[in-house]
């Protein structure tokens, strides 16, 4: 059996190989399913993620890194956001599609948070949105729920803040920081985030607070203690080379497959091997 026909057959025997909405991942966690994401920003990269059950799919604002090469997310914009969910939101079937909500598109005041997240259901057909920051952003985070829009939270590194944070380290390792992230953690849970992607977190730290919580954290250098995992999907297939975190697991490398698969291609146009006669038109 291929790992794709694997794949297929644990998709077909999971009950949720149905399109999977933000709460059923509570119940997931609940039955001590481990939950997986990845994240995409094309139609094609989120076809091949849905066909092999990813649960969840993100729309990261981690794009204008991997995508459009900038140094930090910080200048995504809204319309940039929306118009690659739009991408994602049509190729998938059955993942939750998470739209990412850009920097300065949520934090300025409720209403302008109502008005964005609510352009990112509507117009990029996201399934859910996700904000970054601690327990002062649960106030927006419990009037978009109320309005009807999944919320997914983001603690620990939180990269829309890099300028505070100074550098992408680990967050949480003394006692007043480990705090805040444990009472932001169930600040958003009161406030009815669905789950929370918990960044850059000590492992041990991130344990607790996932086995304080009843909604699930989605790990990412945060250790095997989440109930869940999540990857930019450039990282992963290692088509993104500039840097590799620590936590990034490269299964293949797409980046070196793809300057030879080109590099040979052009080699032939200048050799004259390509096209060849069956590539031509009589
Ligand atoms: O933008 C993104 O891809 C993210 C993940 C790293 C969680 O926020």
New binding site residues.
């Given amino acids: 059996m291929s790992i794709l026909d694997n794949m297929t057959a644990e998709k077909s025997k999971d009950a949720t190989a149905k399109p999977v909405v933000a709460r059923d991942l509570a119940r997931m966690k609940k039955k001590g399913r481990k939950i997986a994401m990845l994240?995409a920003y094309d139609f094609f990269t989120a076809r091949l993620l849905d066909q092999i059950g990813m649960d969840g799919i993100?729309v990261?604002?981690?794009?204008n890194m991997v995508f459009y090469g900038e140094k930090s997310?910080l200048s995504i914009t809204l319309d940039q956001m929306i118009y690659h969910t739009q991408a994602v939101s049509r190729a998938v079937g059955h993942a939750l599609v998470i739209g990412?909500m850009p920097f300065m598109s949520y934090q300025t005041s409720v209403e302008e948070a109502l008005r964005n997240a609510g352009r990112m259901i509507k117009e990029g057909r996201a399934g859910a949105v996700?904000l970054?920051g601690g327990k002062h952003i649960s106030p927006t985070v419990a009037r978009l729920v109320e309005i009807g829009i999944p919320v997914m939270g983001?603690i620990g590194l939180v990269?829309q803040s890099i300028h505070q944070l100074g550098a992408f380290r680990v967050q949480g390792k003394d006692d007043p920081s480990a705090e805040y992230l444990r009472q932001s953690a169930q600040a958003l849970q009161d406030a009815g985030a669905f789950a929370i992607?918990a960044?850059m977190i000590s492992a041990e730290l991130a344990a607790d607070i996932s086995a304080e919580l009843t909604i699930p954290t989605?790990g990412?250098g945060s250790g095997v203690g989440c109930d869940g995992q999540?990857?930019?999907t450039n990282d992963l297939v290692g088509l993104f080379e500039d840097f590799k975190p620590k936590f990034v697991r490269r299964y293949a490398n797409l980046a070196q497959e793809m300057r030879r698969a080109c590099g040979e291609w052009m080699d032939d146009v200048r050799q004259r091997q390509y096209p060849g006669e069956d590539e031509s038109y009589k």
């Avoid at 990261?60 to 794009?63: C, E, H, I, K, T």
């Fill in positions: 994240t993100l990261g604002d981690s794009a997310t990412d996700k970054e983001h990269p992607v960044e989605i990412i999540i990857l930019v």
